[in-house]
């Protein structure tokens, strides 16, 4: 079964940036649906953002307008681009997909995902 690695995650301090990298196991990986999801400390999985085998991205509200997603396929990792980070954005961020289904949305993804990694911790500090 096709491994997901997450890596990137640190402290940092409000209004500071991170990029945030999964890596897939296998060159051939092409999930119908990947992307990232969180989870705080006590709080259920919230998803972020997602994109689909068609390259369409969709992006949760609490992100939308600082957070990205992009995929460099040569090397089979998807990205995650975060940008003007606040306090509340302090979870585990796991890399996800879902190979089938029909639509690729972030709370889909945290809901239905049949694959992701260990996780990668982000703090922001105020």
């Known amino acids: 079964q096709v491994q997901l690695v997450e890596s990137g995650g640190e402290s940092v301090q409000a209004g500071g940036s991170l990029r945030l990298s999964c890596v897939a196991s296998?060159?051939?990986?092409?999930?119908?649906?990947m992307g990232w999801f969180r989870q705080a400390p006590g709080k259920e999985r919230e998803g972020v953002i997602t994109l689909d085998s068609e390259q369409f991205t969709s992006t949760a509200d609490s992100v939308k307008g600082r957070f990205t997603i992009s995929r460099d396929a040569a090397n089979n990792t998807l990205y995650l681009q975060m940008n003007s980070l606040k306090p509340e954005d302090t979870a585990v961020y796991y890399c996800?997909?879902?190979?089938?289904?029909?639509?690729?949305?972030?709370?889909?993804?945290?809901?239905?995902?049949?694959?992701w990694g260990q996780g990668t911790l982000v703090t922001v500090s105020s």
């Open positions: 996800a997909a879902e190979s089938g289904g029909r639509f690729c949305w972030p709370q889909g993804l945290a809901r239905d995902a049949d694959t």
């Open positions: 296998e060159s051939t990986y092409r999930p119908y649906c």
